[in-house]
Nanobody, 127 residues
Framework: QLQLVDSGGGLVQPGGSLRLSCAIS????????IGWFRQAPGKEREGVAC????????YYGDSVKGRFTIARDSAKNTVYLQMNSLKPEDTAVYYC????????????????????WGQGIQVTVSS
């Protein structure tokens, strides 16, 4: 079983930056990917960014391309989401997640196959 602990949220002004962290523990040897997702009240869950464990390849949602960066630190078993040029519409609860080892299909945009989730952290962008 994987355990994920996400941290780093808070209140920031428009144009500011935050870095979210996802600490991974448990059986991590062959996990496929780690993703960041967000959900605002009344809106669908959105895939923000994902990184593939095998080669570090990445996916970004259209709304965050050029502003957010996902990266991994294998030595620390941690995945980061660096968020720059934040906008009020980025306000949401953010979750990191990982697929189950037997998931037949894994898709970042909709979170298909992601079964292990962090507790969620609030990010609020407001002046």
């Amino acid at each position: 079983q994987l355990q994920l602990v996400d941290s780093g949220g808070g209140l920031v002004q428009p144009g500011g930056s935050l870095r979210l962290s996802c600490a991974i523990s448990g059986f991590t040897l062959h996990y496929y990917a780690i993703g960041w997702f967000r959900q605002a009240p009344g809106k669908e869950r959105e895939g923000v960014a994902c990184i593939r464990s095998s080669d570090g390849s990445t996916y970004y949602g259209d709304s965050v391309k050029g502003r957010f960066t996902i990266a991994r630190d294998s030595a620390k078993n941690t995945v980061y989401l660096q968020m720059n040029s934040l906008k009020p519409e980025d306000t949401a609860v953010y979750y990191c997640a990982a697929p189950s080892k037997t998931a037949p299909l894994v898709m970042c945009a909709a979170g298909v196959g992601y079964d292990y989730w962090g507790q969620g952290i609030q990010v609020t962008v407001s002046s």
